[in-house]
Nanobody, 121 residues
C-alpha cells in the first residue's frame, strides 16, 4: 500500500507563488508516474502536471510556463512550484501516483487527500 500526503497549500495573493509537496509513504517502492490534479467547486478534476520516473513532464495549457513539476526519486516525493498565481488556480490540489506491481505487472493508482490552494485577488 502507498499513502500520499500533500502539503504546502494555503492562501496566497494573486501574482504570488507556492510550492506543493507530495510525499509517498508505506510501501513506496517502484513508484512510476507522479502528478498533480486539481478540482475547483463545480468543476471536474483536471490534470495540472505529471512527471515520469525519467523526468519527462506534461503540463496543462492553463499552467504551462507558470508551473514546474519535479521529483526526487530517492525520497519518493513530487513537487509542484506554481508562480504568477491567479484566482482561477483556486482549487483542491490532489497528488496522484502509479506504482508498478510485480505480481500483476500492472500499475496501481493512488490518490492523496488533497490540499487547498486559495488565490485571492
Amino acid at each position: 500500500q502507498v499513502q500520499l500526503v500533500e502539503s504546502g497549500g494555503g492562501l496566497v495573493q494573486a501574482g504570488g507563488s507556492l510550492r506543493l509537496t507530495c510525499a509517498a509513504s508505506g510501501s513506496p517502492f517502484s513508484i512510476n508516474t507522479m502528478g498533480w490534479y486539481r478540482q475547483a467547486p463545480g468543476k471536474q478534476r483536471e490534470l495540472v502536471a505529471k512527471i515520469d520516473p525519467g523526468g519527462t513532464t506534461n503540463y496543462a495549457d492553463s499552467v504551462r510556463g507558470r508551473s514546474t513539476i519535479s521529483r526526487d526519486n530517492a525520497k519518493n516525493t513530487v513537487y509542484l512550484q506554481m508562480n504568477s498565481l491567479k484566482p482561477e488556480d483556486t482549487a483542491v490540489y490532489y497528488c496522484n501516483a502509479d506504482r508498478y506491481s510485480w505480481g500483476t505487472r500492472l500499475l496501481d493508482n493512488y490518490w492523496g487527500q488533497g490540499t487547498q490552494v486559495t488565490v485571492s485577488s
